[in-house]
């Protein structure tokens, strides 16, 4: 009997799992260190093997989507439609991060140990000013941004590179059709390389059980469980009403990213997700050149689960010091985190960049970062399954506006 991928890495989160908490309970922690260094290669190395596809596979997809729509009218009115979804995507994820953490208020609850005010949480606020920003997505070398994974770069170049060939035409044929024909040379090499994902789980699971143990998680359960009752609620309710409204099949579209969804949640990483993601919408009937334009963007612009943390994480620690963030300033939060959230795929530890800007700009002690980084893999599962849905319902949304689903 074949078993499934899905089946494969849920057996893999099982046991690691077990194998953690047993080493949890029954090691020092000099011991646990080693441990968990040692089982973490595992996860090391599938996410080394997913990040060898990345940069490939977003340049010949977006190259090919380009070149596929055609003349610049028509990718300016994709474009248009799909940066106009990201940002009412963004927006909702931004307000019901605000209402969850103002309505239940998880950082005066707790009653947490708080950290004195001179720690530091060893994250760089550096790097989120306007100036950085646009330097950083305009790339001064493209194989510089291809060997350092940075996908925004990579975006904008593509982007230049398929309206050149699209505007060249019958000359640059035998180009695209290379390009189309290198996105699924890469398409073959994940399917490899994704036979490897449910040890890379097993590690990276076993490695946060082994040092956090299970009390990480009773310890900060009421954080937890309302985070991911937002992410729920987000993921099932609101987009599954905009999908509703659209009348694009929604439990069908969940049917079947749900490999990328569990992917994403067990490595913590959206990008393990991106290759299975593009395979699931081909097969639930999203254009290809819908899938290759709106998909790699979404990765930079549009991370729903990420945007939704940065706003809720932000008021949390402010609660956790008595500083609650008045009405205005929380609007000032929202439309900062609006220009602040985008581009940040490919940021090493990315939401916490944002968060530490977020904390600087409005005097809330850095250090407050330290009340989250310790359940950080836990939120960071669910955000980054969440990111996964929200770009799936991106790509359905404007093939469903251009008439292609």
């Not at 499934?4 to 690691?16: D, E, P, Q, Y």
């Not at 300016?76 to 994820?93: C, D, E, H, N, S």
């Not at 913590?268 to 081909?282: C, D, G, N, Q, V």
């Not at 916490?352 to 980084?373: C, H, R, Y």
Request: glycine residues 8%.
């Amino acid at each position: 009997m074949k078993v499934s991928l899905t089946a494969r890495i849920f057996i893999g989160m099982l046991l690691a799992i077990l194998l953690g908490h047993w080493y949890n309970i029954s090691h020092t922690a000099a011991e646990l260190d080693v441990f968990a260094s040692r089982i973490s290669i595992l996860s090391d190395i599938f996410l080394r093997l997913i990040k060898m596809i990345i940069a490939p596979l977003v340049f010949a997809t977006l190259v090919v989507g380009v070149a596929k729509v055609g003349d610049f009218k028509s990718v300016g009115r994709i474009g248009l439609k799909t940066i106009l979804y990201f940002q009412f995507a963004t927006i909702l994820a931004l307000l019901l991060g605000l209402l969850l953490v103002n309505f239940f208020e998880p950082g005066k609850i707790m009653n947490l140990q708080i950290p004195a005010q001179s720690a530091s949480s060893g994250v760089s606020a550096k790097g989120l000013n306007a100036k950085d920003f646009i330097t950083h997505v305009i790339p001064k070398s493209i194989v510089e941004a291809m060997a350092n994974n940075d996908i925004l770069p990579i975006v904008v170049f593509a982007l230049f590179f398929g309206l050149a060939a699209a505007s060249v035409g019958e000359k640059a044929k035998m180009v695209v059709n290379a390009m189309d024909a290198v996105s699924h040379i890469m398409f073959k090499v994940t399917n490899f390389v994704m036979k490897f994902a449910p040890y890379g789980v097993f590690g990276a699971v076993a490695a946060v059980v082994a040092k956090q143990g299970l009390s990480v998680i009773s310890g900060y359960l009421y954080l937890i469980a309302t985070f991911y009752g937002g992410l729920l609620f987000f993921g099932l309710v609101i987009l599954g009403l905009i999908c509703y409204f659209l009348k694009i099949p929604f439990v069908k579209l969940l049917q079947h990213i749900r490999e990328p969804i569990m992917l994403a949640f067990s490595t913590a990483s959206s990008e393990s997700a991106f290759p299975k993601t593009i395979e699931a919408l081909e097969k639930y009937g999203c254009s290809n050149r819908i899938i290759s334009f709106v998909l790699p963007l979404g990765y930079s612009f549009n991370l729903d689960g990420s945007i939704m943390y940065m706003a809720f994480a932000t008021q949390f620690i402010a609660q956790a010091y008595g500083m609650d963030l008045n009405i205005q300033q929380q609007i000032m939060m929202l439309l900062m985190l609006l220009v602040t959230s985008k581009g940040m795929a490919g940021v090493p530890r990315a939401s916490m960049v944002v968060i530490a800007g977020m904390l600087e700009s409005f005097n809330i002690p850095e250090a407050g970062l330290l009340l989250i980084l310790g359940v950080d893999q836990i939120l960071d599962m669910g955000r980054s399954a969440t990111n996964v849905v929200g770009n799936a319902v991106a790509t359905a949304v404007v093939s469903k506006w251009e008439k292609e689903l």
